[in-house]
Nanobody, 127 residues
Framework: QVHLVESGGGSVQAGGSLRLSCAAS????????WTWFRQAPGKEREGVAT????????NYADSVKGRFTISIDNAKNTLYLQMNSLEPEDTAMYYC????????????????????WGQGTQVTVSS
């Protein structure tokens, strides 16, 4: 069993930065997908950034490319999301999700295929 805990959310003004963390307890194996999702009020949950362990592949939603960076610290078993140049449209609850022991392609993996989810951390960007 894997347990995910997010932290680092908060309130910032537009143009500001935040770094989210997602600490995992338990093993995801050597091949896994680890993704940041977000959900704004009244909207569907969407994938923001994905890290695939096979080749350390990173994928981003078009809306965050060039502003957000996903990274991982294997020693700490922690996933990060560095968010720069934040916009009011980035306001949402941010969740990390993981799919362990997975040999497929992580990009585009549907959210229902993720077995483990964190509780979420709120990000609010004011104009």
């Amino acid at each position: 069993q894997v347990h995910l805990v997010e932290s680092g959310g908060g309130s910032v003004q537009a143009g500001g930065s935040l770094r989210l963390s997602c600490a995992a307890s338990g093993s995801l194996g050597t091949r896994y997908c680890w993704t940041w999702f977000r959900q704004a009020p009244g909207k569907e949950r969407e994938g923001v950034a994905t890290f695939g362990s096979a080749g350390s592949v990173q994928n981003y939603a078009d809306s965050v490319k060039g502003r957000f960076t996903i990274s991982i610290d294997n020693a700490k078993n922690t996933l990060y999301l560095q968010m720069n140049s934040l916009e009011p449209e980035d306001t949402a609850m941010y969740y990390c999700a993981a799919r362990g022991w997975y040999l497929g392609v992580c990009s585009g993996l549907p959210r229902h295929d993720y077995a483990y989810w964190g509780q979420g951390t709120q990000v609010t960007v004011s104009s």
